[in-house]
T-cell receptor
Framework: NAGVTQTPKFQVLKTGQSMTLQCAQD?????MSWYRQDPGMGLRLIHY???????DQGEVPNGYNVSRSTTEDFPLRLLSAAPSQTSVYFC????????????FGPGTRLLVL | AQKITQTQPGMFVQEKEAVTLDCTYD???????LFWYKQPSSGEMIFLIY??????QNATEGRYSLNFQKARKSANLVISASQLGDSAMYFC???????????????FGAGTRLAVHP
């Protein structure tokens, strides 16, 4: 199993550009989510999904869109990048309600100029 | 509101010694879970240990143990016999009550940076 994979590992954008961060998992997990990590802080939830076709907002959703067309994939779209979105982005998955662990991808480091 | 507090921004420990990383939490939900993650300089988040609020015994995983004191709302991570490879950022996290659709989000503390000296 590859676990949770993310691409790209690193990206530089100019203000106003859009892009999609890719996330995939091969563990057949129902629950997937996106977090961002800013310097000196823990992770904060952006969006999450409890199954294909079902998504909802987390703590810091503004400026991001998600979709979940398959169980495996959960892409995160930045609509119009802003310097405040410079961060490290983690995708995560877990088997479902009450899971005793959350599997994280390796992260995508995003710099918005 | 649920909250996680890690009061130690940085900690030093000598190789082969034990170290305790502090974590306190605040929740009114009787059912919750507590996690510890390690983040080395390479950036990935590595799951270490889990403690459920109804678990009677403290969780242990190899050299990691969780000192769970429910009445004090603390969930300290104890690393025994520290190794140079333990140098990393450590995050305490709590599984919050259910959001829409049954999803449990994790709330993270700010982290503690551990340095292991030879």
């Amino acid at each position: 199993n590859a676990g949770v994979t993310q691409t790209p590992k690193f990206q530089v954008l100019k203000t106003g550009q859009s892009m999609t961060l890719q996330c995939a998992q091969d563990m057949n997990h129902e629950y997937m989510s996106w977090y961002r990590q800013d310097p000196g802080m823990g992770l904060r939830l952006i969006h999450y999904s409890v199954g294909a076709g079902i998504t909802d907002q987390g703590e810091v959703p503004n400026g991001y869109n998600v979709s979940r067309s398959t169980t495996e994939d959960f892409p995160l779209r930045l609509l119009s990048a802003a310097p405040s979105q410079t961060s490290v982005y983690f995708c995560a998955s877990n088997p479902g309600q009450g899971a005793k662990t959350q599997y994280f991808g390796p992260g995508t480091r995003l710099l918005v100029l | 509101a649920q909250k996680i507090t890690q009061t130690q921004p940085g900690m030093f420990v000598q190789e082969k010694e034990a170290v305790t990383l502090d974590c306190t939490y605040d929740t009114s939900d009787p059912s919750y879970g507590l996690f510890w993650y390690k983040q080395p300089s390479s950036g990935e988040m590595i799951f270490l240990i889990y403690q459920g609020s109804y678990d009677q015994q403290n969780a242990t995983e190899g050299r990691y143990s969780l000192n769970f004191q429910k009445a004090r709302k603390s969930a300290n991570l104890v690393i025994s016999a520290s190794q140079l490879g333990d140098s990393a950022m450590y995050f305490c996290a709590m599984r919050e009550a259910y959001l829409s659709g049954g999803y449990n989000k994790l709330i993270f503390g700010a982290g503690t940076r551990l340095a292991v000296h030879p």
